[in-house]
């Protein structure tokens, strides 16, 4: 019996003592981590920095213009805000130049379309003619003196730089031959959307785009694609007896983000 318990009391022994070890062993391994511990600075702090009006003044010598080192093929996005022909004859010019053409050819589609009434009513005069003698108010004056402006302006130079609506219609000029029928939705995709879409229209001879569909693009989104179709088909051209039923152009679209 005094046997059992020696066992027995030297294996509680051996259990308290190899516990004490570890728990030796424990504390000295933390204490020496900490004590070999480092400390790194960290790179993300972004503390208060006072800097003299001095070297302020060195700061903006470095940072002008011309010190600005800008690649070779960095486009800077100039691009004017207006639809270009691209068939225009013009001298071409970043100077005193014109978006419209003269409207030297303007009698000549008027009679165009006046031909296109008369065929339409069978060749049969007009019912109702008016009255040019008669006096006409002062709000009807004023609109056509601004149609008569919109068809009339116009200079010997067309614009040489990048524009946002290049577009080429043989024989064929804007509806009162003002560009702005040739429609610009260049900035109406917003933020972030640069690009091209090049779109080929097919124009009816009253100056109508009868559809559209787009023929190739560079850096274009959903939107832009869209856009190009839907203001293709807004544009409007000049009514030519002449013409094709159906004839083929093409508008480039360049879009800006902004």
């Not at 100077?95 to 589609?109: T, V």
Request: proline share 3%.
């Amino acid at each position: 019996m005094q046997k059992a318990n020696r066992i027995s009391d030297r294996f509680i022994y051996g259990v308290l003592a190899a516990l004490l070890i570890y728990m030796i062993i424990f504390v000295y391994l933390n204490v020496n981590t900490v004590e070999r511990s480092y400390v790194f600075e960290s790179y993300f702090e972004n503390p208060a920095i006072d800097i003299s009006k001095e070297e302020l003044k060195e700061y903006e010598v470095i940072i002008k213009s011309e010190n600005i080192i800008v690649p070779d093929n960095y486009n800077t996005g100039d691009v004017k805000n207006i639809s270009r022909d691209l068939n225009d004859q013009r001298e071409k010019s970043n100077e005193n130049w014109s978006e419209n053409k003269p409207s030297a050819g303007s009698e000549e589609s008027v009679k165009d379309f006046e031909k296109q009434l008369f065929e339409e009513m069978g060749g049969n005069k007009p019912r109702y003619q008016p009255n040019t003698n008669a006096k006409t108010s002062d709000n009807t004056k004023s609109n056509n003196s601004n149609t008569k402006d919109n068809a009339s302006s116009g200079g010997d130079k067309v614009y040489s730089g990048s524009v946002m609506v290049d577009w080429s219609l043989t024989n064929r000029n804007p509806h009162q031959n003002n560009n702005w029928y040739v429609r610009n939705p260049g900035y109406t995709c917003g933020h972030g959307s640069s690009g091209k879409v090049v779109v080929k229209i097919y124009v009816n001879q009253n100056g109508d785009v009868s559809s559209a569909e787009v023929s190739s693009s560079s850096g274009a989104n959903a939107c832009m694609l869209e856009q190009a179709l839907k203001y293709a088909k807004k544009s409007r051209f000049n009514y030519a007896a002449s013409a094709p039923k159906s004839q083929e152009g093409t508008i480039v679209y360049t879009f800006v983000s902004q």
